[in-house]
């Protein structure tokens, strides 16, 4: 078997990489509002041994790579560490997703460093509704980051739309509305039961299937052709429309036989799957020395866990009690 293939066949291209658990949002869905506790600088992955693992990870295959958070943009010379990843030759696509609250100031600085893809999680297009979700009044920020990061030349720009029943579901149309007129990739995300105290419940919840029905109220919807740098969304798009729109589904229709992801959390632990809470110490062997080899095979025996699917639609079998803001998306 293949270095990067794991026990179900599915070969392992992807590596999501936390650079911190701090964020200057507080969204309801992400981070707890009591008992949020933060990592120490010292238990943080530094930028030396996040760029280590990434080379270790390129000898098997990773060749994408999106850093997170929290909020990647807080961490101090971050552009310096985008600047890095985007150098390494192994490297296809380097990307992040931001809350785009930094975004207007830093938007120049990353695109300069090699960055040209990015993923702003915007939730609503109402200001008032965008303090309700994100407990911040950031919401002129953000539009106005996204304009600078179009004007820059930034392409694709995804906007993530998590899609909660009684809070946004009713801008669904606005949103294809504005996949029309501005080159967007809008990302309609189901919301799921991640964390311990994320509230998820499933009156909340609305599936894709339910979206698309909606959305088709606007328009008709063409399929769009997967790329080799896809991930799980499928991708539609109306006629005559500037961006495009994508439903991902990770409860209703699974996509764990196409997942090809790893994540890296910031306090350095190796993730087989986002639901499940198995994973390997990778931050202890970088920092008690272990050789380049030695780190592959902490690395390989991440890929080897890799569960055939998540259970995560059972909500008696709820597996992640980590919160989405210490994972990193």
Same mark, same amino acid.
Request: charged share 25%; aromatic share 8%.
């Given at each position: 078997?293949?270095?990067?293939?794991?026990?179900?066949?599915?070969?392992?291209?992807?590596?999501?990489?936390?650079?911190?658990?701090?964020?200057?949002?507080?969204?309801?869905?992400?981070?707890?509002?009591?008992?949020?506790?933060?990592?120490?600088?010292?238990?943080?992955?530094?930028?030396?041994?996040?760029?280590?693992?990434?080379?270790?990870?390129?000898?098997?295959?990773?060749?994408?790579?999106?850093?997170?958070?929290?909020?990647?943009? =807080?961490? !101090?010379?971050?552009?310096?560490? $985008?600047?890095?990843?985007?150098? %390494?030759?192994? @490297? /296809?696509?380097?990307? #992040?997703?931001?809350?785009?609250?930094?975004?207007?100031?830093?938007?120049?600085?990353?695109?300069?460093?090699?960055?040209?893809?990015?993923?702003?999680?915007?939730?609503?297009?109402?200001?008032?509704?965008?303090?309700?979700?994100?407990?911040?009044?950031?919401?002129?920020?953000?539009?106005?980051?996204?304009?600078?990061?179009?004007?820059?030349?930034?392409?694709?720009?995804?906007?993530?739309?998590?899609?909660?029943?009684?809070?946004?579901?009713?801008? =669904?149309? !606005?949103?294809?509305?504005?996949? $029309?007129?501005?080159?967007?990739? %809008?990302?309609? @995300? /189901?919301?799921?039961? #991640?964390?311990?105290?994320?509230?998820?419940?499933?009156?909340?919840?609305?599936?894709?299937?339910?979206?698309?029905?909606?959305?088709?109220?606007?328009?008709?919807?063409?399929?769009?052709?997967?790329?080799?740098?896809?991930?799980?969304?499928?991708?539609?798009?109306?006629?005559?429309?500037?961006?495009?729109?994508?439903?991902?589904?990770?409860?209703?229709?699974?996509?764990?036989?196409?997942?090809?992801?790893?994540?890296?959390?910031?306090?350095?632990? =190796?993730?087989?799957?986002?639901?499940?809470?198995?994973?390997?110490?990778?931050?202890?062997?970088?920092?008690?020395?272990?050789?380049?080899?030695?780190?592959?095979?902490?690395?390989?025996?991440?890929?080897?866990?890799?569960?055939?699917?998540?259970?995560?639609?059972?909500?008696?079998?709820?597996?992640?009690?980590?919160?989405?803001?210490?994972?990193?998306?």
């Amino acid at each position: 078997m293949a270095s990067n293939v794991d026990p179900y066949n599915r070969k392992i291209t992807y590596l999501r990489v936390s650079v911190t658990d701090r964020c200057n949002l507080r969204c309801m869905y992400c981070t707890p509002v009591k008992d949020l506790k933060l990592l120490d600088h010292a238990d943080i992955l530094s930028y030396e041994e996040i760029l280590k693992v990434i080379h270790v990870a390129t000898d098997l295959g990773i060749k994408k790579v999106r850093l997170t958070g929290g909020e990647p943009l =807080l961490r !101090r010379n971050f552009v310096h560490l $985008v600047e890095s990843a985007c150098r %390494i030759p192994q @490297i /296809e696509d380097v990307s #992040i997703t931001t809350n785009g609250v930094l975004l207007q100031e830093m938007a120049r600085p990353l695109f300069e460093a090699g960055l040209r893809r990015i993923n702003v999680s915007l939730d609503t297009l109402n200001p008032l509704k965008y303090t309700k979700i994100t407990r911040r009044e950031c919401f002129d920020a953000v539009w106005n980051g996204l304009q600078v990061a179009e004007a820059i030349g930034f392409s694709p720009i995804k906007v993530n739309v998590v899609v909660i029943k009684g809070i946004n579901d009713n801008e =669904l149309l !606005r949103f294809a509305d504005l996949s $029309v007129r501005k080159p967007y990739h %809008i990302r309609f @995300i /189901e919301y799921m039961p #991640i964390g311990r105290d994320s509230n998820w419940a499933p009156e909340k919840y609305v599936p894709s299937d339910k979206i698309r029905s909606k959305l088709e109220t606007f328009g008709p919807l063409r399929k769009i052709p997967r790329s080799i740098h896809d991930g799980p969304a499928e991708r539609y798009q109306f006629q005559s429309a500037k961006g495009e729109i994508g439903f991902i589904s990770a409860l209703s229709h699974h996509f764990c036989p196409l997942c090809n992801r790893l994540r890296l959390t910031a306090d350095g632990k =190796l993730r087989p799957c986002l639901f499940a809470d198995d994973e390997v110490d990778i931050k202890s062997p970088l920092r008690n020395g272990y050789s380049h080899q030695d780190l592959r095979d902490v690395f390989q025996q991440a890929i080897a866990r890799k569960p055939r699917r998540h259970h995560a639609e059972i909500l008696k079998k709820r597996e992640c009690l980590r919160s989405m803001s210490t994972i990193g998306g």
